[in-house]
């Protein structure tokens, strides 16, 4: 499984943020796969947002489930991630990640994209 990030790479505080990340090598509707979003502050440890599920279900961070969406189109193989009301704390690297099963710690998944740059400033 390949993962790819894309998205802009500024974006101003309270603005609402738009990741895409492409999937190749396996389909998101098959198998026992979620497929995840993670980030990491600069000087920080990693943190799970929120994940989507092979059959569709979604699942939340607590403390980001309100600003957060995780979104999907099937057809294109392709997970989104939507965050809304951005901080300056919301500067992060943001990957895109698959594991079988829900995870709910970072480290025990195992693949992932590059990451994609995000930073909030006006």
């Known amino acids: 499984v390949q993962l790819q990030e894309s998205g802009p790479g500024l974006v101003k505080p309270s603005q609402t943020l738009s990741l895409t990340c492409t999937v190749s090598?396996?389909?998101?509707?098959?198998?026992?796969?979620?497929w995840s979003w993670i980030r990491q502050p600069p000087g920080k440890g990693l943190e799970w947002m929120g994940a989507t599920a092979y059959s569709g279900s979604t699942y939340y961070s607590p403390s980001l489930k309100s600003r957060t969406t995780i979104s999907r189109d099937n057809a294109k193989n392709t997970v989104y991630l939507q965050m809304d009301s951005l901080k300056p704390e919301d500067t992060a690297v943001y990957y895109c990640?698959?594991?079988?099963?829900?995870?709910?710690?970072?480290?025990?998944?195992?693949?992932w994209g590059q990451g994609t740059q995000v930073t909030v400033s006006s």
């Open positions: 090598g396996g389909s998101i509707t098959t198998g026992d796969y979620y």
């Open positions: 990640n698959a594991d079988l099963g829900l995870d709910y710690d970072p480290l025990e998944y195992d693949y």
